[in-house]
């Protein structure tokens, strides 16, 4: 067998062979016969740099593609039972026509409005006070006036938010986006008065449409919100759960009264509150 040209040849015949002394090994030829060497066992040949980059740019848009099927197929998921019924103005139908509904929603958005006046009255004067508000009329609110009196207090994009209460829970769902391609964002929430004037809300699941999202960051952002309004928050791992714990305020600078909030119920469409306002800031006897 010859063996490889010497590097000097090499060079001037223009070959890359630089072994001399071997059998072309680089070219897997004997230069003798002019026949192919065979590649040992556990040959590998490399992919062409032009192969490696043709893959890349193939693969790159099947991941875009399979994160947009993704995406899609999340915002065209229906929204939640509780969520679908109650996103009529006049919330679940039950035999009525949704004309029949309509109107009954604008009378139960008027006795909310009405019911929070006198609440509100009732708050600003020495002694007990009570209220007790249905879900129809909370969800009546949010579809007529909501959008009509407040357009801001929704994040822009959102609408339709619409709650179901439940013993001692809240379910609350809108929908994020707009037309054909939206879905629902929901929250399940334990809600109890843990003393007086301090609430605590537990999220027990969250998600968009069917997709589970993590509980922390949307129970940070709600508390976010509620400082915006004045109140103080704190969260708190009980029992290996976080907790936001709401505190209200108890003293206006009005007349030097203090306000209690005593009692918080939630039942199966139904909220009930309860307290008392005193003069001074003396604590009411729990």
Not at 195 to 209: K, S, Y
């Amino acid at each position: 067998m010859r063996s490889c040209p010497s590097p000097s040849s090499s060079a001037a015949s223009g070959s890359d062979c630089d072994l001399p002394g071997q059998p072309c090994q680089r070219h897997n030829r004997n230069v003798e016969t002019d026949s192919l060497i065979p590649p040992p066992d556990d040959f590998e040949p490399s992919q062409p740099a032009p192969t490696r980059r043709l893959r890349r740019l193939f693969l790159w848009p099947v991941i875009l593609l399979a994160a947009a099927v993704a995406a899609a197929a999340v915002m065209v998921m229906p929204p939640p039972a509780f969520h679908a019924a109650r996103l009529p103005a006049g919330g679940p139908l039950d035999g009525r026509t949704l004309q029949a509904a309509t109107a009954a929603a604008q009378q139960d958005a008027r006795r909310l409005v009405t019911a929070c006046s006198g609440l509100h009255a009732a708050i600003m004067r020495v002694g007990h006070w009570d209220a007790v508000f249905t879900e129809r009329q909370i969800n009546a609110w949010l579809a007529i006036d909501l959008p009509r009196n407040h357009p801001d207090v929704l994040p822009a994009g959102a609408s339709g938010l619409r709650v179901e209460l439940l013993p001692g829970r809240v379910r609350a769902a809108m929908r994020i986006g707009r037309g054909p391609v939206a879905a629902s964002l929901w929250i399940d929430a334990a809600v109890s008065l843990r003393e007086v004037n301090q609430l605590g809300i537990g999220l027990r699941a969250a998600g968009l449409g069917r997709l589970p999202l993590p509980c922390g960051p949307l129970l940070q952002e709600l508390a976010r919100r509620l400082e915006r309004l004045g109140l103080v928050t704190e969260i708190r791992r009980l029992d290996n759960q976080r907790l936001l714990v709401v505190y209200i305020p108890s003293t206006h600078e009005a007349g030097g009264l203090s306000h209690w909030l005593s009692r918080l119920g939630i039942r199966s469409g139904e909220l009930v509150l309860a307290g008392e306002t005193r003069r001074g800031r003396e604590r009411p006897a729990e």
